[in-house]
Structures are given as C-alpha cells and as structure tokens.
C-alpha cells in the first residue's frame, strides 16, 4: 500500500475515530486523533485556571504545553506533558469547552503545525473538523462522514459508559449540538466538506460496513 494521508472530518461523534482506527489498523498507518490534542490543551487550561479569553495567558500557557501519542497495548493514548490523559480528556467538563478553546487562532496555529510535522512521512489516517481542508489539503483521500444527531448521541452515551464516564443522554446531545455549531461557524477554519471530500452518512451502518465502504474508496485511489 502506497503512503498516502486520509482524511476524515465531520460532526462531533460521527464515527470518526472509530473509521480512523479501522482504517488505520487495516492499512498499517499511523493514526492522528486531532480532536484530542485540543482536548489536552483544553484539559491544561482548566487544571491550571488558564483564563482562555485573555491572548497572553494563552501564548503563554501554549509554551508549557507538549502533547504527544503513544500506542500502549494496542491503544492510542495521548500525553499532556508526560501525563497519560486518555481518559481525563473524555470527561464532560473537558468536551464542554473545547470548542471555544479551540476557536482560538493561536491554539489552532500550534496544533495545525504539530500536526503537519505528524503527517511529513505520510502514511497516516487523521480525523478532526479542519484535517481535508486546512491540515493536509492534499491528502489522496477525504471522507466527510455524516449520521442523525440522535444516533451520534446514543453512540457517545454507550462510548462514555464504556470509559467508566457517566452523563445524561440529555446533557450529551446539548453537547453535542453545540460543538457542531460553535465548530462549524468559528471564524478560523471552520468545519466544513472539502470539494474533493467524498461523503459518508454511516446512520444505518454498523462499523464493519462503514470500514468497508471507506477500504473501497482506497482500494479505487
Ligand atoms: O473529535 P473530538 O470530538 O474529540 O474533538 C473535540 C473538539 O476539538 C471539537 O469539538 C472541535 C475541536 N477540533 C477542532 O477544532 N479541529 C480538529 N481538527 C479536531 C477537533
């Protein structure tokens, strides 16, 4: 298999990352969840009272802030300054402020380049909001992958109690719904489809058909 980057954006919960890994562990690529570096920015801010809103504090903070993946067991687990934070930056209280975190130009400059530093040797599955139109905008494949707002929160409702994470389907869709709108009307790269993005609305597949239907597309580059 030729090197190639694939792309996937999309709503909040749309089945990104589970089409990432999938596709990541069939291909034998590199997988990037950008979602979660901006988690860990987000989870830094909170822990050390970083007000978001004030520039300075943020280009100050963005300079104590390293982030990295490693693969432990098979799984992707991210680290906030040597810290394994897979499982904090899932909490609720993380997802309801990233986005306007990550709204914020200079949190998007530092983590766009650390993410095209990621992407140089290719051969890397990335899923996120910006990833097919600013991140690598010449990625051989971009999915947009699209499914029903009730199903994507019962897919996080099931996702977060597998984590050991409690919250209300309620709370969960507010959430949901407002990401989407923050995401998606941002003046710094905004989440939208790409005009070569090849859309996917996975509402009545199950991940093997949704993997399936993504391996066809790279099967036809
Ligand atoms: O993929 P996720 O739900 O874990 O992402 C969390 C938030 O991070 C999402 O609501 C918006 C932001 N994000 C972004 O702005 N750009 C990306 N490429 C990925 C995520």
């Known amino acids: 298999m030729k090197r ?7 709503l909040s919960s749309c089945g990104k990352s ?23 920015v987000t989870l830094y801010f909170l822990e050390n009272n970083i007000n978001y809103n004030d520039p300075e504090s943020v280009a100050d903070a963005l300079q104590h802030i ?27 209280s993380v997802s309801n402020h990233v986005s306007p975190v990550s709204a914020i130009s200079a949190v998007r400059r530092a983590m766009v380049a ?4 990621m992407g140089k040797r290719r051969g890397i599955v990335a899923d996120g909001r910006d990833i097919g139109t600013v991140v690598f905008p010449d990625a051989e494949l971009k999915i947009y992958l699209i499914a029903d707002a009730d199903v994507r929160t019962s897919r996080r409702h099931l996702e977060l109690a597998a ?11 507010r959430n949901l719904l407002e990401r989407d709108r923050i995401d998606s009307g941002r003046a710094d790269s905004p989440l939208r489809q790409a005009e070569d993005a090849l859309v996917i609305d996975n509402t009545l597949l199950s991940e093997e058909q949704q993997l399936e239907k993504a391996l066809a597309l790279v099967k036809e580059l």
Request: proline share 0%; no cysteine; hydrophobic share 40%.
């Open 114 to 117: 650390q993410q095209q530093a």
């Open 163 to 173: 984590k050991g994470i409690d919250a209300e389907w309620d709370a969960i869709q």
């Open 66 to 92: 390293e982030i990295h993946f490693e693969r432990i067991d098979g799984q992707n687990r991210t680290f906030l300054n040597g810290r394994d934070v897979e499982h904090d930056i899932r909490e609720m």
């Open 4 to 10: 190639i980057i694939v792309a996937i954006d999309g």
């Open 18 to 40: 589970t089409l990432a890994k999938g596709l990541a562990k069939s291909l034998h690529f590199a997988y990037l969840d950008s979602g979660a570096m901006y988690r860990a």
